[in-house]
């Protein structure tokens, strides 16, 4: 069974320094794609970048980058520059292939201080 | 382009009632999931429609169901609402591909059963 964990409850973090949220998953499928969400308290769920089991490099979107290491099995993002705005809730998710189903782990609250 | 569209987005529902929630896909979009959110349980996948047809179920009580309509928009339902229902309940779309690596989100919709 796929499973999602995020061992940081929670982050605080200075503006402007850079913050990496870990995650790692387990699965037993070769092809799947890992997701990193932000969830404002507002309860969106926003898309933030996305990695596919067998990309050759690690994806980037703007100053968020994901931290892929397939042989330990983990799938850290990677905020660069951080902004009072990046406060919120971060999931990290898996799907498998074939599958619209995403698993997600526990998240990790994080708070951009001042 | 438009999100995806979630109606509505509070509600107060009383102990043994029941309540549909609409989702309306990103428009092009065909697949349509629905995710429970709760502090004690997290995220959990309820189930997946595709072109009208339900392709994935989660581990949920037949009280759950959904549908899909022909273009592409979703209800899910609860039926003898409990105290436990009460959660955020999110509405995902994904494009036609499978094994896609853009799955969106609604804003949700926040139920409360008391």
């Known amino acids: 069974a796929q499973k999602i964990t995020q061992t940081q409850p929670g982050m605080f973090v200075q503006e402007k320094e850079a913050v990496t949220l870990d995650c790692t998953y387990d699965t037993s499928d070769p092809s799947y794609g890992l997701f990193w969400y932000k969830q404002p308290s507002s309860g969106e769920m926003i898309f933030l970048i996305y990695?596919?089991?067998?990309?050759?490099q690690n994806a980037t979107e703007g100053r968020y980058s994901l931290n892929f290491q397939k042989a330990r099995k983990s799938a850290n993002l990677v905020i660069s520059a951080s902004q009072l705005g990046d406060s919120a809730m971060y999931f990290c998710?898996?799907?498998?292939?074939?599958?619209?189903?995403?698993?997600f782990g526990q998240g990790t609250r994080l708070t951009i201080n001042p | 382009k438009a999100g995806v569209t979630q109606t509505p987005r509070y509600l107060i529902k009383t102990r043994g009632q029941q309540v549909t929630l609409s989702c309306s896909p990103i428009s092009g979009h065909r697949s349509v999931s629905w995710y429970q959110q709760t502090p004690g349980q997290g995220l959990q996948f309820l189930f997946e429609y595709f072109s009208e047809t339900q392709r994935n179920k989660g581990n949920f009580p037949g009280r759950f169901s959904g549908r899909q309509f022909s273009n592409s928009r979703s209800e899910m339902n609860v039926s003898t609402l409990e105290l436990g229902d009460s959660a955020l309940y999110l509405c995902?779309?994904?494009?036609?591909?499978?094994?896609?690596?853009?799955?969106?989100f609604g804003e949700g919709s926040w139920l409360t059963v008391v």
């Open positions: 998710a898996m799907r498998e292939q074939g599958a619209q189903k995403l698993v």
């Open positions: 990695q596919g089991s067998y990309d050759q």
């Open positions: 995902a779309s994904s494009p036609p591909e499978t094994g896609g690596n853009t799955i969106y």
